[in-house]
């Protein structure tokens, strides 16, 4: 883990869409500021949307207003926040909505099969409190050029890009990134949504979960809880606290 440091930053203020680059961030107990702090929801089913079940999700963006709150920016480069107009490019009555208006468990769905979508049973899970994470162990994730290899970043969704290698050593330590301390509680495990194709020319391809599930034991990048606020910037490094 000598020498982490960090080159790039990303937050996804409405999740499962694409994200935002930014140079420094504040960080909290709900992670980056404005991280999936919104989300899609399908009046009809009540689930929340992820590119697990509709992969279109991944050629719109999610961006942060001036006024802190966030929009979606669609294909064609409309930008709104208008239930209607996400209903139409959306193809079924959806509303967006952020995490401090919801309350009580947040349903989304996963395939038991990643292999074999169209045969696969679409299971609910319930998703973290707060802000729309996944999973409540996971605030902030990390991951490293290192590990990544050849694989575009995109795929993965990370926080934390780090220069270098060595982010599993991580886990079950204290840190110091910037002014913040994280907590890295474990490492993250991998979903069919990172074989999907999306905006920016990466294509769908079904190798890279095989390839994680064969190599990584089905996990890549690592996940922290953050144990004091403070703020990340491009060009930290990460220091055992």
């Known amino acids: 883990m000598s020498g982490l440091r960090v080159r790039e930053l990303w937050r996804f203020p409405v999740k499962s869409l694409l994200g935002e680059r930014v140079e420094r961030a504040e960080v909290g107990a709900e992670g980056l500021a404005g991280d999936r702090g919104w989300a899609l929801f399908d009046v009809g089913t009540g689930f929340g949307l992820t590119a697990r079940r509709v992969p279109e999700l991944l050629f719109a963006a999610g961006r942060l207003r001036p006024d802190g709150t966030a929009e979606v920016v669609l294909p064609d480069g409309t930008a709104t926040t208008d239930d209607a107009v996400l209903s139409r490019w959306a193809g079924?009555?959806?509303?967006?909505?952020?995490?401090?208006?919801?309350?009580?468990?947040?349903?989304?769905?996963?395939?038991?099969?990643?292999?074999?979508?169209?045969?696969?049973?679409?299971?609910?899970?319930?998703?973290?409190?707060?802000?729309?994470?996944?999973?409540?162990?996971?605030?902030?994730?990390?991951?490293?050029?290192?590990?990544?290899?050849?694989?575009?970043?995109?795929?993965?969704?990370?926080?934390?890009?780090?220069?270098?290698?060595?982010?599993d050593e991580l886990v079950g330590r204290h840190v110091r990134l910037g002014t913040a301390e994280l907590?890295?509680?474990?490492?993250?495990?991998?979903?069919?949504?990172?074989?999907?194709?999306?905006?920016?020319?990466?294509?769908r391809d079904t190798a890279v979960l095989k390839t994680i599930h064969r190599e990584r034991g089905g996990a890549l990048a690592v996940g922290a809880l953050v144990a004091r606020p403070g703020v990340l910037a491009v060009g930290d490094t990460v220091v055992p606290a």
């Open 183 to 203: 907590d890295v509680v474990g490492r993250v495990p991998r979903c069919v949504m990172t074989t999907r194709p999306q905006a920016g020319g990466i294509g």
């Open 92 to 167: 079924r009555p959806v509303e967006l909505r952020p995490a401090t208006a919801v309350h009580g468990a947040r349903r989304y769905e996963n395939p038991d099969d990643a292999e074999d979508e169209e045969a696969a049973r679409w299971d609910p899970f319930a998703g973290a409190d707060g802000a729309f994470h996944d999973n409540a162990d996971a605030r902030v994730t990390l991951v490293s050029t290192g590990t990544l290899g050849g694989w575009d970043r995109r795929r993965f969704r990370a926080n934390v890009v780090l220069d270098g290698a060595g982010e």
